[in-house]
RNA sequence: UGCUCCGUGGUGUAACUGGCAACACGUCUGACUCUGGAUCAGAAAAGUCCAGGUUCGAGCCCUGGCGGAGCAACCA
């Protein structure tokens, strides 16, 4: 072991991916002269998901990293299916998790001049050829991965035919479908993309940014890497998939490039999460069908959906951190990236009383007219955060659950004869409940406070075994609270054979709470703000909250023994 | 039965040109606690897909298997 090495375990430095060691190495090579640019390529198809996110932090990151640039260039090569709703939402989320492409904004279609013009030039080289037959035939003549392909009856056209063609599918003279330009590379190639690929196609449906002047469309393998090279690009990082593309990416490039620069493909995992669907397809699917309530629903693995759930960009870029970039096809597990927003919000988060299930408790023995206020802390992990005043009286509301009549041994709240802290406020007993004769539910529980062991206060450090958390009944607020669970109770649901994933949803991966109670604090709460709802969990304000109409979404529980402990 | 890529605790990653398989999440103890949270201390858990080979020494190099993924859209 050497000394440098040493020096880094010491240091405690994180490792490095396999594409951040290629960038040090080319940047110790002095490639590219010694620049680092790199682009994040979303196609305006649909909303970001956290899969996206891996690749803007890579892509971002790493120019970030190392003094280099990030494009944020749209593939906006498809006209049928592209819509421009889309791009002002991608941008949104970018900004959303942190990363700035200053005034690099570009689009594939910026460059679809270019595209034509190097087309014509391959024509002109014989590198490139018009084909006349249906889509069915040139499939079927392109093989099978282990079959070879076989030449197309037009490959060996004259350079002017072919122009001469390409000029007047561009101009609109025929139809959608009935002629192609292909490369013309090798129809026996063991690798289907260097089969002649089709590189342009007729297209007549107008583009949203460059309206009806184009009638002819390049395929992605004809765009994406020279859209690279036209912005300088040195590091192309994508994921796994594209891996068999890279062959022609390079052909592309070595017809067009004048000099030393190229830019380089790179290939990692894409993300994957256990009970979470990342396909854009589908996602958009349960958008359609109505099973979400849009892109943005908090069970949604979108940026957006996301964001309302209550995460915050840095949970995100942290669990990303996590996970890292391999080759490898990973499953991540959801539990980490449910770590990563807890460990976050630990910190950040003020902590205040919210009752989800009340139940009443009357504290017989204190005044019945008293209120006071008392101090709580609004969070142990940052004592910057001060304090609140908390109204307590006579009649309070406690959780449901935190009551039980008769209790297991391992069960330390409140139960008959028991004591309990209320947190902040006093030890009280209870020896008393009131239950509803016909249902046997409980509607009050009686108990009785020691006045004596007011938080704070010199007789106050009697033990017990636990603390709740409670609201004042006369000043507690209404709430709504959505509790979320996972979407899909499968690990894998989009990867069952004969199974449609759609047969995997939740049913109750939505719960709907209206009679909730929340300490008066909460009532000037606005949308997107975050807290802990004491020994809950994290909730995060919702669109829909109003001042008179409270609305909260659960983020994520806090861990729970007593949920094991109770199994 | 072609090409390309990939196989390291339960999960995800690490181990520089071979040198005691490490970290995080999770799990389990215990301590502490006015959150059954957080924190702290500790433990269990892989001998690196298999079989050979090279070597003083192999997760890493070589050979051969096995297993998984991707590739046959006028999608990206």
Redesign the pocket.
Known sequence: ??E??LNEKEAGKP?V??IEQIIIDDLKAGKNNGRIHTRFPP?PNGYLHIGHAKAICLDFGMALKYGGKCNLRF?D??PV?EEIEYIDSIKEDIRWLGFDWEDREYYASDYFGKLFDFAVDLIKRGLAYVDD???GV??EQ?G???RPGIESPYRNRSVEENLDLFIRMNKGEFE???R?LRAKIDMTS????MRDP?IY??IKEPHHRTGDKWKV?P??DFAHGQCDYFEGITHSLCT??????RPLYDWFIDQLRTDEYRPRQIEF?RLNLTYTIMSKRRLLELVREGRVSGWDDPRMPTLCGLRRRGYTPESIRKFID???Y????????V??LE?AV?DDL?LRAP?VFAVLNPVKVIITNYPESQTENVELINN??DESMGSRKVPFSREIYIEEEDFMEDPPS????LSPGKEV?L??AYIIKCNGLKKDPSTGRIEEIYCTYDPAT???EHQ??R?VK??LHWVSVKEAVDAEIRLYDRLFNHEDPAGQKDRDYREFLNPDSLKLLRNCKVEPSLKSAKPLDKF?F??LGYFCVDYDSTEGHLVFNKTVG?????A??SK
Do not use: C
């Open positions: 072991m050497n440098e090495k490792p991916s396999f196609e593939d090569t498809n299916k037959q249906p889509a040139i499939s392109k099978s991965p282990t959608e479908g009935s192609v063991p690798n289907m993309h089709i196609r007729i469309y395929m992605y796994l998939e594209f891996e068999v593309h995992n996590l996970i890292g391999t080759k490898y096809e990973a499953i991540n597990d539990t980490l770590h807890r630990n902590r142990p992990e391992k069960f330390f709240r802290r947190k902040g007011k938080s704070g106050a450090d033990k636990a603390t802990q004491q020994r806090l861990k729970d023994t007593w094991k402990i």
